[in-house]
């Protein structure tokens, strides 16, 4: 059974503040990951993905990625009260196309 | 782009309806599309792959026979909840990718379905 681990939170930060997200997973074949942010009652929607160990920024986002480790995380610079959401590792299964979902991590951005 | 639109965004029915769900992507070919489902308060459960022109495959304890999928043309992927009740409520989401490997799935703006 392939696993997706998360802190299920709620993870606190102030406005302005960086916000670390972290994630384990089992697969050791897995290539891709991914991070979705979902809103409560909405439909999840990509931040960023990374394929590469190391570090990938877009924006206030950088994704980190450590093969050996079998860990993926997530920062958000200068966070905002609208960062406020639940975040889900994705990664997907070697030898599918299909995505294993870690129970997400509930982020809450005080103004 | 990659944009994956999804209706009905909300179903309300009795038991014993059969409802359909559809899937679409708007500006990109989709080889694959994906149904889940989401209880409250968990994350999101894989319940079938769908391949055009192909059957799709489910996944362990998801009945074949009562979610229908379909998958008719590369834009369009169908999911019908076949006599649903109440314990079918739930948030159905649909993702589409394209063919080119390790491309991210996006993802529908979901259905809830509320079966009374």
């Known amino acids: 059974q392939k696993e997706v681990e998360q802190n299920s939170g709620p993870l606190s930060v102030p406005e302005g503040a960086i916000a670390s997200l972290n994630c384990t997973y089992s697969?050791?074949?897995?290539?891709?990951f991914f991070w979705y942010r979902q809103y409560s009652g909405k439909s999840p929607e990509l931040i960023m993905f990374?394929?590469?160990?190391g570090d990938k920024e877009d924006g206030r986002f950088t994704a980190q990625l450590n093969k050996a480790s079998q860990y993926v995380s997530l920062l958000i610079r200068d966070s905002q009260p609208s960062d406020s959401a639940t975040y889900l590792c994705?990664?997907?299964?070697?030898?599918?196309?299909?995505?294993?979902f870690g129970k997400g991590t509930m982020l809450l951005v005080s103004p | 782009g990659a944009v994956v639109s999804q209706h009905p965004s909300r179903v309300i029915c009795k038991s014993g309806t059969s409802v359909k769900i559809e899937c679409r992507s708007l500006?990109?070919?989709?080889?694959?599309m994906f149904w889940y489902r989401q209880f409250p308060k968990q994350s999101l459960m894989l319940m079938a792959t769908?391949?055009?022109?192909?059957?799709?495959?489910?996944e362990q304890g998801v009945e074949k026979d009562k979610f229908l999928i379909n998958h008719a043309s590369l834009t369009l992927s169908t999911l019908t909840v076949t006599s649903a009740h109440p314990e079918d409520s739930s948030f159905y989401i649909c993702?589409?990718?394209?063919?080119?490997?390790?491309?991210?799935?996006?993802f529908g703006d979901g259905t809830r379905l509320s079966i009374l």
């Open positions: 993702s589409a990718r394209t063919v080119y490997s390790n491309q991210p799935q996006h």
């Open positions: 697969d050791r074949g897995s290539q891709s």
């Open positions: 769908s391949n055009e022109g192909s059957k799709a495959t489910y």
């Open positions: 994705a990664v997907e299964n070697s030898g599918y196309s299909t995505l294993t």
């Open positions: 990374i394929y590469s160990n």
């Open positions: 500006d990109f070919q989709a080889t694959t």
